[in-house]
């Protein structure tokens, strides 16, 4: 059964939480003396003088509004990465406990538990770039308290098999971290419904990716209310700025464009992988439930520096695991997309026949 007490790290339960000025006042106030700010405003157009939510409530509540969960059940990070370093803070006690790593994978996992001193355990995806769940039933132990799984996965753009995410779910007792970053653009249901059923799984997403506010670094986590109040305790008072607050509220009234730009980005994702098909330097470019392909070609290195030469940037994914002569491509817009095409076109004539 799963005991998020059992879990936890013995100075996180005893932990008592800094609190700020805001987090002690409850109501309305016209004077506020508490926090010793500039009483007399900021030097730009809109006064920054006072500090931000602590809990970002208006935020929350309008993402509740949306992802039909609780607000109770939502923690905003300073980006996705500032949630997995709190849990791996909350639950790893370093040099002791483990976490299971799929690679290919999101690199901030292994970052994060190497910072924390969390013993990392490798369970590699399958040449389909599926779980491998007999290692990683395997890899499982008693000090195992996390496992992150990223769907659809980045680098590799595939939606993992909602099966045997439900399979590690229903047996594993630590905590699945199920990261939907780009899962605006996957045929797959997110996993954010499955919250009650389920009390060791935090989903994690982002508004850097389908809403375009990456600038920003607004992360969200949903779990239940249980471990987001330990997140709550363990996060910097103010993690999420005033106009970072702001500016993601205003994004949020706008679903109709941000729905207009998914939409966009799928029928140019397809348009972009059937015209990379045709080209002799790729070999082969693998499906994607994400806004990014990734391409399989002769000469992954060769090709990213000519591209480079050109003003035009993309991600050598080569030296990672399972991905060997492979390209990572965002989609972009359509005259991004061809300018692109035409240039890998302009490779083989300027290199010669590729063989």
């Not at 005893?14 to 004077?31: H, M, N, T």
Request: charged share 25%; net charge negative.
């Amino acid at each position: 059964m799963f005991d998020l007490n059992k879990l936890l790290r013995n100075n996180i339960k005893q932990l008592v939480p800094y609190s700020s000025a805001r987090d002690e006042f409850k109501g309305e106030a016209r004077i506020f003396l508490d926090a010793n700010e500039n009483s007399f405003g900021s030097p730009l157009p809109t006064d920054y003088n006072r500090y931000p939510d602590p809990m970002q409530w208006k935020l929350k509540y309008k993402l509740a509004d949306i992802k039909g969960v609780p607000p109770q059940h939502i923690f905003i990070g300073n980006g996705s990465d500032e949630v997995i370093d709190v849990l791996y803070r909350a639950l790893c006690n370093p040099g002791v406990d483990n976490v299971i790593l799929c690679p290919p994978t999101y690199g901030m996992y292994e970052v994060s538990a190497h910072i924390n001193d969390v013993v990392i355990r490798q369970v590699s995806l399958t040449e389909d770039f599926q779980l491998d769940m007999p290692a990683l039933q395997q890899a499982i132990d008693e000090n195992t308290k996390l496992i992150f799984v990223c769907s659809p996965n980045n680098p590799t753009a595939n939606s993992i098999n909602r099966e045997d995410i439900e399979l590690l779910l229903n047996n594993f007792e630590g905590i699945l971290v199920v990261d939907e970053a780009y899962i605006n653009f996957a045929r797959q249901k997110t996993f954010i419904q499955e919250l009650t059923e389920y009390p060791n799984l935090v989903v994690m997403q982002t508004l850097s990716k389908a809403w375009g506010l990456a600038a920003l670094r607004v992360g969200m986590a949903f779990a239940s209310e249980e471990i987001i109040q330990v997140m709550n305790k363990i996060k910097p008072p103010y993690n999420i700025s005033q106009a970072a607050q702001e500016l993601a509220l205003q994004a949020l009234e706008n679903i109709a464009q941000v729905n207009e730009w998914i939409r966009e980005t799928v029928i140019e994702r397809d348009r972009l992988a059937a015209s990379l098909e045709k080209l002799p330097l790729v070999v082969k470019v693998y499906p994607s439930d994400a806004n990014f392909i990734l391409a399989k070609t002769v000469d992954a290195k060769a090709i990213y520096q000519y591209l480079v030469t050109l003003g035009i940037v993309v991600r050598d994914r080569s030296r990672v695991e399972l991905c060997a002569g492979c390209l990572r491509i965002t989609v972009g817009t359509p005259d991004e997309n061809e300018k692109l095409i035409a240039a890998l076109v302009d490779y083989k004539m300027e290199v010669g026949s590729i063989k």
